[in-house]
């Protein structure tokens, strides 16, 4: 089991910066985790940001964030982040870090999980306010 802790969010305004990190604790070693990072607005299904293997070696974006977010981890301090930038009034939204376990084998080592249902534990979210 893992508990996972998102900081970070806030208000900024369009074309500007924030970081997302998620801290994670767990008996078992981060990396064991494949994350990801999610979003959600009121009415709406969660959606799928960012993911990232294992490792950290492979990542992958929805469409609409690519160029413009940065999904990385650091195993040593068991903490996974969203650099995003050029924000834009659609990324408003509760933000949510995901986790799922899956040992380090040749099939999961740089696999990325998008869907929602392919995630065990979540965080409690971070609210990202983007003003035009």
């Known amino acids: 089991q893992v508990q996972l802790v998102e900081s970070g969010g806030g208000l900024v305004q369009a074309g500007g910066s924030l970081r997302l990190s998620c801290a994670a604790a767990?008996?078992?070693?981060?990396?064991?985790?494949?994350m990801g990072w999610f979003r959600q607005v009121p009415g709406k299904e969660r959606e799928f940001v960012a993911g990232?293997?294992?490792?950290?070696?492979?990542?992958d974006y929805t469409d609409s964030v690519k160029g413009r977010f940065t999904i990385s981890r650091d195993n040593a301090r068991n903490t996974m982040y969203l650099q995003m930038s050029s924000l834009r009034p659609e990324d408003t939204a509760v933000y949510y870090c995901?986790?799922?376990?899956?040992?380090?084998?040749?099939?999961?080592?740089?696999?990325?999980?998008?869907?929602?249902?392919?995630?065990?534990?979540w965080g409690q979210g971070t609210q990202v306010t983007v003003s035009s």
């Open positions: 767990s008996g078992q070693p981060f990396s064991s985790y494949a």
């Open positions: 990232i293997s294992l490792s950290g070696g492979i990542a």
């Open positions: 995901a986790a799922v376990f899956r040992p380090p084998t040749v099939g999961y080592l740089y696999r990325i999980f998008r869907q929602v249902h392919e995630y065990d534990y």
